[in-house]
């Protein structure tokens, strides 16, 4: 495992190697992020993951030093993993050099999170390209736990024209359902409690909406779950996942997509 926190000494690494397999990640590693990197293990060549929390595409100061770091234990992690190459790169060294690129905003970063997070999107992007641009990758893994930001990345690398492909890969749950997530770990016990009945909660709604469209009364739903112990919902909406169009009848297919605070830890999913 070879660990690089310069752009050059990594440029200088990889300039002869075919096929890089990237896997960003802001770090606290955990199983969602485990499976992204042993996919990207069974594909050519070889596989580069970053950590690099991003400063830019947080929209609140404190969110951003509240998120949760553990440097030496991800290292462990990557070591056990055997990966091949690690870019820890700080701000000086991935912000300062010039792109080549433009970032294409999708209209659909206007929608859910591009709601409640202003200029997130923005921010994933730029950074993204960035790394696009150092590492040229043949392969990008992402998660579709993040959908809208896989679903922009996406966008943008095809309107840009740049020769990496995208590998959506399917979000990890705990036993208890709730999606794997660094942000997990700023939850208390009881927190923890209220994310799971969430997940069991909306696959419940969500067999129910299926069976009969009409039942799905946002108000209800949004008490619900806040009779349910949740502190606030920034978001909850259906969408179908390959049009982007909200379902109309109970023939469409859709997943529920939520954002919701519980005290200061703000969650996403889709269900
Ligand atoms: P993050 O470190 O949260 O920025 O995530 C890095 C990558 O891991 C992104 O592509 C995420 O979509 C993906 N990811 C995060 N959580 C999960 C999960 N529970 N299952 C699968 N992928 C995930």
Redesign the pocket.
């Known amino acids: 495992m070879k660990i690089f926190k310069s752009k050059h000494k990594l440029k200088e690494e990889i300039s002869n190697i075919k096929d890089i397999s990237f896997?960003?990640?802001?770090?606290?590693?955990?199983?969602?992020?485990i499976?992204?990197i042993k996919k990207s293990q069974n594909f050519k060549g070889k596989t580069l993951v970053s950590?690099f929390i991003n400063p830019t595409q947080f929209n609140k100061k404190n969110d951003f030093l509240s998120y949760p770091r553990n440097l030496k234990k991800d290292l462990k992690i990557l070591k056990n993993l055997n990966v091949d190459l690690i870019y820890l790169p700080n701000l000086k060294d991935i912000f300062t050099f010039k792109v080549k690129k433009k970032i294409f905003l999708d209209k659909f970063s206007k929608k859910l999170c591009g709601k409640s997070r202003r200029g997130h999107f923005k921010g994933v992007l730029n950074i993204v390209n960035r790394f696009l641009q150092l590492i040229e990758p043949r392969y990008i893994?992402?998660?579709?736990?993040?959908f809208q930001?896989?679903y922009l990345i996406s966008k943008h690398i095809l309107k840009r024209k740049i020769n990496t492909k995208v590998i959506n890969?399917?979000?990890?749950?705990e036993k208890n359902g709730v999606?794997?997530?660094?942000?997990n770990n700023n939850l208390n016990k009881a927190q923890y409690k209220i994310a799971s009945n969430v997940v069991k909660y909306l696959r419940y709604k969500k067999k129910i909406i299926k069976k009969k469209f009409s039942n799905f009364k946002f108000d209800l739903i949004k008490k619900d779950l806040l009779d349910l112990g949740v502190t606030k919902i920034d978001y909850i909406e259906l969408y179908n996942l390959k049009n982007l169009k909200k379902p109309k009848n109970k023939k469409d297919k859709f997943r529920i997509f939520i954002a919701f605070y519980l005290n200061k830890t703000r969650l996403i999913d889709n269900i």
């Open positions: 896997v960003p990640t802001m770090g606290g590693l955990h199983k969602g992020h499976s992204l950590i893994f992402l998660g579709v736990k993040d930001q896989s890969c399917k979000t990890i749950r999606a794997c997530s660094t942000r």
